[in-house]
C-alpha cells in the first residue's frame, strides 16, 4: 500500500506540474503579447472585473469542493449534491450582477463596464460547471484529463485573445479569451470526466461536509475581501495604476499561485489518506515542507532579483513602473504559499476552525497594513504593507499549524533555514555579478535578455552550491528523481 500510494503521489505530482508549468507557459506567452499590444487602462478595465468576478467564484463554490477533497470516501450523492448547489448558486449571482452592471459602471466612470461585466460574468457559471469534476479526478489522483484540459482550453482561448488584440478590440480581447477559456475547461470534463450528476439534494450530504466547508468558505471569503479591496481602491484613483499593479501582482503570481496548486493537488489528498495515523502523518509533513522550501525560497526569490531584466527583455519600458512592485510581490508570494501550505496541513486532518484562525490573523494584519498605507495614496506603500502582513501572517500560521497537528514548531520553522541561506546567495549572486548594457527601451532586446542568462545561471549557481554545502537532501533526492524520469 505504502509503495502504490507514492508512485501515485509521484505520478500526481508529475502531471500536476506538467499542467502548472505548460498552462503557465501558454499563459505567459499569450499575456506578454496582449501586455504588449492593449494599454493600462485596458488592463484596469479587466481588472475591476475581476474583483466581482473572484466572489462570485467564492460563493458558487461555498468551500464545498474543499470540503469534497478532504472528506476520505465522497459517495454519489455528495458529488451530486454539490454540483447541483453550484449550479443554482452561479445562476443567481448571475443574475444579481447583470442587473447591477450599470451601478459598477457608473461607480468606476466607465460605461463600457455595462456590457463587458455581463459577458465576463459567464465565466463564473461556465466555471461552477467543471468544479466537481475537477474533483473527482483530484480525489483519485488521476489528474491526467485536468493537464489536458487546461492545455486545450488554454491553447484555443489564448490564440483568441490575441487576435482580437491585434483586431483592436482592446479590454474586449481579454473578456472573451477569459470566457472562452472556462467553458472549453469545462466542457472537455464533461466529456472525458465520465460522470454524471444523479437527480438528488442530499441534505445529508450537506451536513456532512458543512463544517470544513464553511470554514473553508469563511477563509477564502476575507482571504478574497482583502486582496481585492486594493484593486477596488487604486481602480478608484486610476485605472491605469491598477493596471500596472495587475500587471505585477498577475506575473508575480504566476510563480507562487503555480506552487501553491501544485502543492495542494499533489499532497493533500495523500495527507487526507495518512491522518489516522499521527507518526506516519508527521513523516509526510517534514517531507512536503521542506521539499515546498525547496521550490519556493530559490525560485522565487531569483524571479524577484531578476525582476529589471525579465520586464525589460518582455515588454521594453513599458511597464517600467510594475517592476518594483513585482518584486515586493514576488517575495510576499514565498509567504503566501507556505501559509496555504500550513492551512492544507491542518485541513487534512479536519481542523477548519484553526484555518478560520489563520485567517483571521492574515486578514487583521492585511487591514492594519492597509490602512496604514492606504493614505500615502502610493501603490508602492500599499504593496510593502501586504509583504509585512504576509511575514507577519505566516509566522503565526506555523505556530498554529505546529500545535494543531502535533509538529513541534522548532522544527517546521527550522526545516526552512538551509533554503533560506539558499536563496540568498542566490540573490547575492544575481545582484553583483556584471551584465551588458544597452538599449532596452524595445521588447524582445538582446541586452536585457543576456543580462536574463547571466543572472539566471549565476543565482542557480549559487543555490546549487550553498545546498550542496549544507548537505540538504533534498537536493540529491530531486535531481536523482529528474535522472530517472529522464532514462524512462
Not at 86 to 97: D, E, F, G, H, K
Not at 189 to 196: I, P, Q
Not at 399 to 426: C, K, M, Q
Not at 442 to 450: G, I, Q, R, T, Y
Amino acid at each position: 500500500m505504502g509503495s502504490e500510494l507514492k508512485e501515485r503521489t509521484a505520478n500526481t505530482l508529475k502531471w500536476n506540474t506538467i499542467d502548472r508549468v505548460a498552462t503557465q507557459v501558454l499563459y505567459g506567452l499569450s499575456g506578454i503579447v496582449l501586455a504588449i499590444l492593449l494599454s493600462k487602462p485596458d488592463f484596469g478595465l479587466v481588472a475591476v472585473l475581476g474583483v466581482f468576478q473572484a466572489f462570485a467564484i467564492l460563493f458558487v463554490d461555498s468551500g464545498f469542493g474543499s470540503a469534497l477533497l478532504q472528506k476520505k470516501d465522497p459517495d454519489e450523492d455528495d458529488y451530486s449534491t454539490v454540483f447541483w448547489f453550484n449550479l443554482a448558486v452561479s445562476v443567481a449571482i448571475y443574475a444579481i450582477l447583470y442587473v447591477c452592471a450599470p451601478l459598477i459602471a457608473d461607480f468606476y466612470g466607465a460605461p463600457e463596464l455595462t456590457a463587458m461585466s455581463r459577458v465576463m460574468f459567464l465565466t463564473f457559471v461556465l466555471t461552477g460547471l467543471g468544479i466537481v469534476q475537477t474533483n473527482r479526478l483530484m480525489k483519485r489522483m488521476d489528474v491526467k484529463q485536468i493537464a489536458i484540459a487546461d492545455l486545450f482550453a488554454l491553447s484555443v482561448s489564448a490564440a483568441l485573445g490575441i487576435g482580437l488584440a491585434l483586431a483592436g478590440f482592446g479590454a474586449w480581447a481579454i473578456v472573451w479569451q477569459s470566457v472562452v477559456l472556462a467553458g472549453l475547461k469545462s466542457g472537455w470534463l464533461w466529456m472525458t470526466g465520465h460522470w454524471t450528476p444523479k437527480a438528488v439534494f442530499s441534505g445529508r450530504s450537506l451536513r456532512d461536509i458543512r463544517h470544513i466547508g464553511l470554514s473553508v468558505f469563511i477563509s477564502q471569503f476575507f482571504n478574497t475581501l482583502f486582496i481585492n479591496i486594493y484593486a477596488l481602491v487604486i481602480g478608484k484613483w486610476s485605472l491605469s495604476e491598477l493596471g500596472s499593479y495587475n500587471q505585477a501582482d498577475k506575473w508575480s503570481k504566476m510563480g507562487s499561485a503555480s506552487l501553491s496548486q501544485i502543492l495542494t493537488s499533489s499532497f493533500v489528498p495523500v495527507l487526507a489518506r495518512v491522518q489516522d495515523d499521527i507518526a506516519t502523518f508527521h513523516r509526510y509533513m517534514k517531507r512536503i515542507d521542506r521539499f515546498s522550501a525547496l521550490l519556493a525560497f530559490p525560485a522565487l526569490t531569483i524571479v524577484a532579483a531578476c525582476g529589471d531584466s525579465i520586464f525589460h527583455f518582455l515588454f521594453g519600458t513599458k511597464w517600467d513602473v510594475a517592476i518594483p512592485l513585482f518584486q515586493i510581490l514576488c517575495i510576499r508570494g514565498i509567504g503566501t504559499v507556505f501559509i496555504s501550505l500550513y492551512s492544507n496541513f491542518m485541513m487534512a486532518l479536519g481542523h477548519g476552525r484553526q484555518i478560520v484562525t489563520v485567517e483571521v490573523v492574515k486578514d487583521a494584519a492585511t487591514m492594519v497594513a492597509f490602512f496604514a498605507t492606504v493614505f500615502t495614496l502610493s501603490v508602492e506603500a500599499i504593496v510593502w504593507g501586504q509583504l509585512v502582513a504576509t511575514l507577519v501572517t505566516w509566522i503565526i500560521a506555523g505556530f498554529i499549524a505546529a500545535r494543531t497537528t502535533g509538529y513541534r514548531t522548532s522544527e517546521l520553522l527550522g526545516d526552512l533555514g538551509p533554503f533560506v541561506l539558499a536563496a540568498l546567495a542566490g540573490a547575492v549572486a544575481i545582484v553583483v555579478v556584471p551584465t551588458p548594457g544597452g538599449d532596452i527601451e524595445h521588447w524582445l532586446n538582446l541586452p536585457s535578455l543576456l543580462a536574463l542568462i547571466i543572472q539566471l545561471a549565476a543565482g542557480g549557481a549559487a543555490v546549487v552550491a550553498v545546498l550542496g554545502l549544507l548537505r540538504v537532501p533534498e537536493l540529491p533526492e530531486a535531481l536523482a528523481y529528474i535522472k530517472r524520469k529522464r532514462q524512462a
